[in-house]
């Protein structure tokens, strides 16, 4: 057996653990040859990145001739990168959230009679659909267009969470028959206090060593609404008092006015003594700067798109034995639940505030323990180990 993926994210910005040492390392070690093609925006040509992974131009639409543009660039690059760099027939052809993929995809599956995967991790069309800007409508109209006519044309359909599978059954298509959850997951491979005296020195270091540190890592785009946490902090320091108590924010954003707007905004409220923003870090220094913290932030909102997600941030603070607040979304939720590594609150400014207060007001020692439990947890459910087992038994030996 062999598997050809098409994966959809730009690798200079983001290629998460559940997904990347999955594809090239992981299921290779269960003998299942493995070729990922993959965008990356460093590169302005196909580039053979390793063995197994093959990187293409990413294009970035900013007008509506940029959509054709797009299309047409893309298929081109994938088709040369195709046939440089393809060494054997596949039979599985996954392709990953973006409407030029799955099309390109399902193409490559009739030409090797191949099984036809699609895996959906977040629903990038609903949200460009429910942008303000006419390009962003008319990509999101015809992704959701050409993913709900490749649906019916998948043999197997792989989703984030438990709610996108509910989200989905409303396509009544053959693949929602062949349904998988593949949950998002992180690599563990320490204890959570092996990162502790370089987390300490590196809180030392940012000034940050006589305060109790919460800490928001990840996407910091205008869509997750993270002047929600400003406004969290407004209410801690100025209302409950609270002083001793800082909030750094460590994360990437595609438009850097992303950023500037949340630290005009915090400057605005007068909170820039207690909110620092950082630049992102490497994913191998990551751990390090959360186990600085206290306490780790995942407010989600409880949108229509987010609330089927399975976020991924929740994970990297219990990898370091991190207790979290998390919102009430339904995979937050079961997180919290079953691993016992935090609280769930309410997406409302006064309730999660709250909620954060009461786990600061908790001993160290009961912290602690909360944020073991979630270790204990992510290491028996959602390690990218237990993951990759289940995903080659229950999908790929399915479908031998």
């Excluded at 081109?76 to 390109?104: G, Y």
């Excluded at 809180?203 to 800490?215: F, H, R, T």
């Excluded at 997406?347 to 954060?356: G, L, P």
Aim: hydrophobic share 40%; proline share 5%.
């Amino acid at each position: 057996m062999n598997l050809l993926c098409l994966y959809d994210e730009d690798i200079s910005v983001r290629f998460p653990a559940h997904y990347r040492e999955v594809l090239l390392k992981l299921l290779p070690a269960y003998g299942l040859p493995t070729l990922t093609f993959c965008f990356d925006s460093r590169t302005s040509k196909v580039c053979k990145v390793s063995d197994n992974l093959i990187s293409i131009p990413k294009i970035r639409p900013r007008n509506l001739l940029d959509i054709f543009r797009e299309y047409f660039i893309t298929k081109k690059n994938l088709s040369n990168a195709i046939q440089e760099h393809l060494v054997f027939r596949p039979d599985f052809v996954l392709a990953f959230n973006h409407p030029i993929l799955i099309k390109f995809g399902y193409e490559l599956s009739k030409k090797y009679r191949s099984q036809f995967l699609v895996h959906i991790g977040h629903l990038m069309a609903e949200e460009l659909i429910g942008s303000q800007q006419l390009t962003h409508q008319l990509r999101g109209t015809a992704a959701f267009i050409n993913r709900y006519l490749s649906l019916k044309k998948a043999d197997r359909l792989l989703v984030i969470s438990p709610e996108m599978k509910n989200y989905f059954t409303k396509f009544r298509s053959p693949a929602i028959h062949k349904i998988y959850t593949w949950n998002s997951g992180v690599e563990v491979n320490q204890k959570p206090e092996f990162y502790s005296n370089k987390a300490q020195q590196l809180k030392k270091s940012l000034g940050l060593d006589n305060c109790n540190l919460l800490i928001y890592i990840g996407n910091m785009s205008k869509y997750r609404k993270l002047t929600f946490l400003i406004d969290v902090m407004d209410r801690i320091i100025y209302r409950q008092k609270i002083e001793k108590v800082k909030m750094i924010f460590i994360g990437y954003a595609v438009n850097k006015q992303d950023i500037k707007i949340l630290e005009d905004y915090s400057a605005k409220k007068k909170l820039s003594r207690w909110i620092l923003f950082h630049p992102p870090v490497p994913e191998t220094e990551l751990p390090y700067y959360i186990k600085m913290a206290d306490i780790g932030l995942c407010p989600t909102p409880d949108t229509m798109v987010l609330k089927q997600c399975s976020p991924v941030k929740i994970l990297e603070y219990f990898k370091v034995g991190l207790p979290a607040v998390a919102t009430n979304i339904p995979d937050l939720r079961l997180m919290i639940q079953q691993s016992q590594g935090g609280y769930c609150a309410k997406w409302n400014i006064d309730d999660y505030a709250a909620t954060v207060i009461k786990l600061l007001k908790l001993s160290k020692e009961k912290r602690l323990e909360m944020g073991l439990n979630g270790f204990r947890w992510i290491s028996s459910q959602r390690s990218v180990d237990v993951l990759t087992k289940n995903l080659y038994r229950d999908v790929f030996l399915q479908e031998k």
